[in-house]
């Protein structure tokens, strides 16, 4: 049974910074492309950034030079660090995994996390 757990989330002022982290278990880590998402109340989930197993990289244009995606396979995790952070992103955080090539369609996902709040205060 796969599983991802999400953690990290919280309370922050604008300009401040925080990490997710997603720890994994029931799959391979080491071949999973792993992704993070957000979701804000009446919007699509979005993609933030995507991490495969050949160390490609992905950010969505508005979190370019702020965030960064990073994974620690020996530990089965995957992490998202947010700088400079803002209130419009303010949302629930998601980790998703699947295996095979990296993509920024949701619905190509197979396992996602439960979410964690994030809030940006002005």
């Known amino acids: 049974q796969v599983q991802l757990i999400e953690s990290g989330g919280g309370l922050v002022q604008a300009g401040g910074s925080l990490r997710l982290s997603c720890a994994a278990s029931g799959l391979t880590f080491i071949w999973s492309t792993m992704a993070w998402f957000r979701q804000a109340p009446g919007t699509e989930r979005e993609v933030l950034a995507i991490?495969?197993?050949?160390?490609?990289?992905y950010y969505v244009e508005s979190v370019k030079g702020r965030f960064t995606i990073s994974r620690a396979n020996a530990k089965n995790t995957a992490y998202l660090q947010m700088n400079s952070l803002k209130p419009e992103d303010t949302a629930v955080y998601y980790c998703?995994?699947?295996?095979?090539?990296?993509?920024?369609?949701?619905?190509?996902?197979?396992?996602w996390g439960q979410g964690t709040q994030v809030t940006v205060s002005s």
């Open positions: 991490s495969d197993s050949g160390g490609y990289a």
């Open positions: 998703a995994a699947r295996t095979g090539f990296s993509t920024a369609k949701n619905y190509e996902y197979d396992y």
